[in-house]
């Protein structure tokens, strides 16, 4: 009995130094994880954009060139981040807007970037999405991406959305084979993004 209540305390003894350190750790390094995330997201914006910056810049210098050339910008419930270069007080040479949804297996997230017209898409890029390795995860595959670059955000009747797949139009791009339940939800994260931001352009 003594040593099976010595094995209980010590087992308890250890589990809580154990969780004492986990805490401790996760306090410590949380500054960290926050400055890396706003880094990955800081990223994911610039490169959207087009904004130029240093390969393997740090997290701070990507901050920094971000508050250098980027302006943020209220459009009714959205945030739009315009691409004003740095001492240029001229029309900002493209804009932004997050997207986010519920992918199939977890949320998806990311940036459509517009040309200044705001009617064609610049870029896309995704910073967060747990889709399956191979087959949906392939949205953030740089041949899937690319599909978007110049396509308009209306299709030919002016309706605001993206297709993806289906017949050829202004604003569609090829499915991935496979994916069609992810390709499926991202056009509709998609769509309510544009939705919004036409009706914000247009008022």
Not at 122 to 151: C, D, M, N
Not at 171 to 178: E, F, K, L, Q, Y
Not at 183 to 188: I, N, T
Request: proline content about 5%.
């Amino acid at each position: 009995m003594k040593g099976d209540a010595y094995t209980i305390a010590f087992a308890g003894v250890l589990g809580t130094v154990c969780a004492l350190l986990l805490t401790g750790a996760a306090s410590f390094t949380a500054p960290y994880r926050a400055s890396n995330a706003q880094a990955e997201e800081v990223l994911n914006i610039l490169t959207a954009l087009g904004v130029p910056f240093d390969q393997g810049a740090s997290a701070q210098r990507l901050v920094d060139v971000f508050e250098q050339n980027v302006q943020e910008r209220e459009r009714g419930d959205l945030t739009v981040y315009a691409y004003v270069p740095e001492g240029d007080q001229g029309q900002p040479q493209a804009f932004a807007v997050r997207f986010s949804g519920p992918g199939l297996w977890g949320p998806i997230e990311g940036f459509l970037a517009l040309e200044p017209d705001m009617r064609t898409i610049r870029a896309v890029t995704f910073y967060h999405q747990e889709e399956t390795p191979g087959l949906g995860g392939e949205i953030s595959a740089s041949w899937f991406r690319e599909q978007f670059v110049g396509k308009s955000v209306v299709d030919a009747t002016g309706e605001p959305g993206i297709t993806i797949g289906g017949a050829a139009g202004p604003n569609s791009v090829n499915a991935i084979t496979g994916a069609t339940m992810t390709c499926d939800k991202l056009e509709a994260i998609l769509d309510g993004v544009l939705q919004k931001l036409v009706e914000e352009t247009n008022g």
